[in-house]
C-alpha cells in the first residue's frame, strides 16, 4: 500500500508531442444523464475535456440535449430516445456499443438514474463491451444485481463511495468504513477490476497494487463530485494511460483541485462546477 505522489502523476501523464491533433489524443463516450440529471451529464462531460481528451463523445436521452448543449461546447452529440422513465432506451444499445468500438475509453453511469431500463442496458453493455470502461454511480447500481458480469469484462474501473460499494459487495456500510482497504482489494481480485473507493484517502487498488490519494477535502463531500472525477478517469484512459493508473491521478488532481476550490471559496460554499474550473490550473502546474 502506497501514497499516490506527485512523481507518480508525472511519470504517467500523457505526453502531448507537437504534432498532436484530436485524433491522437483519444476518443472518449460518454453514456450518462436523465431526465432528472441532467447537471451530472454536464460535470462529467466538462471534465473529460479539461483532462485533455482529444474527442468527447456524448450520448444522452434527447429529453436533456439541449440543456447539455449550452453548456458543453466541444463535444460531439448523439441524443438518443428517451425510456418511459426518461433515460437511455434500451433500443439504443447496439448503435452505442458499435459507437463504443471505435473509442478508447467509455463513461457509463453518471446520471443515467436507477431503474429497470438502466438495469437491463447497464448489463447488457457491460457484457459485450470491449472498449476500456469506467462504471460510476448508477451505472454501478444497475450491476448491483447481475455482478457476476464484471468477471467476463475486461479493462474496467469502478468508482464507488461506501454505500455503492455496500449494494455490491452486501456487507454493511460500518464494515466496510473500517475495512476500506481490505474490501476494496477482495472485490477488485474476485472480479478483475480496478476498485476506486472513495472517499477519505479514496482508496485505488487492483487487488494487488493499492495506492491511497493523500488530496481532497470535506468541501467536496456534494452532489456531482464524483462525477467530475469519473469524468477525468475516463478522459485520462482515452490518452492511453492504464487504468490503474489514469485512477490514481485521477483521484490525485481530482482532490487538488478540490484542494484549491475550498481555498479560494471555502468549503462551505466551493461547487463541484468549481473542481472543474480549477483543473486548468493543477494541470499547468504539473505540466511546469
Known amino acids: ?13 500523457p505526453h502531448r508531442p507537437d504534432d498532436a491533433h484530436k485524433g491522437t489524443m483519444g476518443t472518449m463516450l460518454n453514456i450518462s444523464g436523465s431526465y432528472s440529471m441532467a447537471g451530472a451529464c454536464i460535470l462529467s462531460s466538462l471534465s473529460a475535456l479539461r483532462s485533455g481528451v482529444g474527442l468527447l463523445k456524448v450520448a444522452l436521452p434527447k429529453s436533456i440535449y439541449t440543456i447539455v448543449a449550452q453548456s458543453v461546447y466541444e463535444a460531439v452529440f448523439l441524443p438518443l430516445d428517451d425510456s418511459e422513465n426518461g433515460t437511455v432506451n434500451t433500443s439504443s444499445l447496439d448503435s452505442l456499443l458499435e459507437t463504443a468500438s471505435q473509442c478508447d475509453s467509455v463513461l457509463l453511469g453518471c446520471g443515467l438514474k436507477w431503474c429497470d431500463d438502466t438495469v437491463s442496458f447497464v448489463k447488457d453493455f457491460v457484457s459485450k463491451c470491449e472498449t476500456p ?28 463511495h461506501v454505500k455503492e460499494m455496500s449494494r455490491l459487495t452486501s456487507l454493511s456500510v460500518e464494515y466496510i468504513l473500517e475495512n476500506r482497504v481490505e474490501v476494496a482489494e477482495s472485490f477488485a481480485r474476485e472480479y478483475g477490476v480496478i476498485v476506486v473507493l472513495k472517499g477519505k484517502n479514496t482508496v485505488v487498488t487492483d487487488g494487488e497494487n493499492t495506492f491511497i490519494n493523500p488530496t481532497g477535502n470535506s468541501g467536496m463531500a456534494k452532489g456531482g463530485s464524483g462525477d467530475v472525477l469519473s469524468g477525468i478517469i475516463a478522459s485520462l484512459m482515452a490518452q492511453k494511460v492504464s487504468p490503474l493508473y489514469a485512477a490514481c491521478i485521477g483521484v490525485y488532481v481530482h482532490g487538488l483541485s478540490g484542494d484549491l476550490a475550498s481555498q479560494m471559496l471555502s468549503k462551505t460554499s466551493m461547487l463541484p462546477r468549481d473542481i472543474v474550473e480549477h483543473l486548468p490550473q493543477i494541470f499547468k502546474a504539473i505540466e511546469e
Open 1 to 13: 500500500m502506497k501514497p499516490i505522489t506527485p512523481d507518480l502523476i508525472i511519470e504517467n501523464l
Open 133 to 160: 470502461l469506467l462504471l460510476d454511480a448508477d451505472g454501478i447500481n444497475a450491476l448491483s444485481s447481475n455482478i457476476d458480469v464484471l468477471k467476463n469484462a475486461k479493462n474496467v474501473v469502478i468508482t464507488p
